[in-house]
């Protein structure tokens, strides 16, 4: 780890749901312009740790730090406003408008502007010139006039993540990205995250391996609700203690598949 401070720091936190210990003194770092990855099992705790993290539930004790700053008290609207966005599992846009309308709204809440009037037809040109290029840089630039109903369900993912950076987020949590998508569109995802801005931080939590690997420089997995191993993939895949306590299997080899190898 460097001595610059982390982007995200998440400091024994922990949350209790009665005796279940959901998520139970967790500690990881995330470096500024990383790309970081939590893994685990069904029941891990990956999910409430995002909520966590994202301000969607408060913690039973820790902390979150943000910069720097102790976020552990703001509500998730309050931490996105500093900076910390998320994407969700399941969409969140509006279905009716169109893939350009959604992403003119996270502008028009990121600048402060009405939804009626527009305003100066400077302003409105603006607003649409930035709204267009995010969308290419998602790949969504010819898609930019359909409603996102239409959309497949890979571009919807597409269109979320453009949503977001539309925000302007320094630390960018996508959750389950790759769910439900094809093999294709995974990959199509993977060049996408790869191609963000090197300023936004990623953490991101997911099942495909194939996309975490392909994606993380630093991996941080979850067992039973607590922190197992945090390290670079090489050090992941090497692992006795995730091949053994996390994973279950003999053999890490064939879970973490290094493609440019296969």
Request: charged letters at 25%; proline letters at 4%.
């Amino acid at each position: 780890m460097t001595s610059a401070t982390p982007a995200l720091r998440v400091e024994g936190l922990s949350r209790h749901f009665g005796s279940l210990k959901a998520v139970d003194e967790v500690s990881f770092e995330v470096a500024p312009g990383s790309r970081h990855a939590v893994i685990g099992p069904n029941g891990a705790g990956k999910s409430t740790l995002f909520a966590l993290v994202a301000g969607a539930l408060p913690a039973t004790s820790g902390s979150v730090w943000l910069h720097g700053d102790d976020v552990t008290l703001l509500t998730e609207h309050g931490r996105a406003r500093r900076g910390l966005v998320r994407t969700f599992q399941h969409s969140s846009l509006f279905l009716t408008a169109t893939a350009r309308e959604n992403v003119l709204l996270a502008l028009q809440r990121r600048h402060g502007v009405q939804a009626r009037p527009w305003g100066a037809v400077r302003r409105r040109r603006a607003l649409l010139e930035e709204a267009d290029a995010v969308l290419e840089r998602l790949f969504l630039h010819h898609r930019a006039g359909q409603a996102a109903g239409a959309l497949s369900h890979g571009e919807r993912r597409q269109l979320e993540v453009a949503v977001a950076l539309a925000t302007s987020p320094s630390v960018l949590l996508l959750d389950e990205p790759a769910a439900g998508m094809s093999p294709a569109d995974t990959q199509a995802f993977r060049e996408i995250v790869l191609g963000l801005p090197s300023k936004v931080t990623v953490l991101l939590v997911e099942h495909d391996l194939d996309l975490v690997f392909g994606v993380a420089d630093r991996v941080t997995v979850m067992q039973l609700g607590r922190h197992l191993l945090t390290g670079d993939p090489d050090e992941v895949r090497a692992s006795d203690a995730v091949q053994k306590a996390y994973l279950g299997a003999e053999d890490t080899s064939e879970l973490f598949v290094d493609e440019e190898g296969a």
